[in-house]
Nanobody, 115 residues
Framework: QVQLVESGGGLVQPGGSLRVSCAAS????????MSWYRQAPGKDREWVAT???????TYAESVKGRFTISRDNAKTMVYLQMNSLKPEDTAVYYC?????????WGKGTLVTVSS
C-alpha cells in the first residue's frame, strides 16, 4: 500500500531555512510526479510545488525563488528546501502522490516560522 511519511518540520526564525522530507513506499516511486502542499491554521490546504518524473519543477508564486523541490529516486524520497522563511509559511506540510486516479497523502509535518 502507498505510504508517505513526512519529517523535518520544526520551529525556525524568520529568514531562516529548513528542509522537510517525505519517505515514499508501496509504489514505483520513479514513475510518479510528487507534490508538496501545506495547510496553515484556519486555511484551506494549498499546493506548494511539484516535481515530475523528469525532474521538471513547478512552484506556487508565493514560494517561487525561496523553495526548492527535489527527489532521490534511489532512496524514494522527496524533499522541500525552504529558504528565506516568513511567518506566513507557518503550516503543516504534506506530500502527495496521485496513483490510479487517487490522491495519497502523508500525515504532514509542522513548520512554524516565528521569532
Amino acid at each position: 500500500q502507498v505510504q508517505l511519511v513526512e519529517s523535518g518540520g520544526g520551529l525556525v526564525q524568520p529568514g531562516g531555512s529548513l528542509r522537510v522530507s517525505c519517505a515514499a513506499s508501496g509504489f514505483t516511486f520513479s514513475s510518479y510526479s510528487m507534490s508538496w502542499y501545506r495547510q496553515a491554521p484556519g486555511k484551506d490546504r494549498e499546493w506548494v510545488a511539484t516535481i515530475s518524473t523528469s525532474r521538471t519543477t513547478t512552484y506556487a508564486e508565493s514560494v517561487k525563488g525561496r523553495f526548492t523541490i527535489s527527489r532521490d529516486n534511489a532512496k524514494t524520497m522527496v524533499y522541500l528546501q525552504m529558504n528565506s522563511l516568513k511567518p506566513e509559511d507557518t503550516a503543516v506540510y504534506y506530500c502527495k502522490v496521485i496513483r490510479g486516479g487517487m490522491n495519497y497523502w502523508g500525515k504532514g509535518t509542522l513548520v512554524t516560522v516565528s521569532s
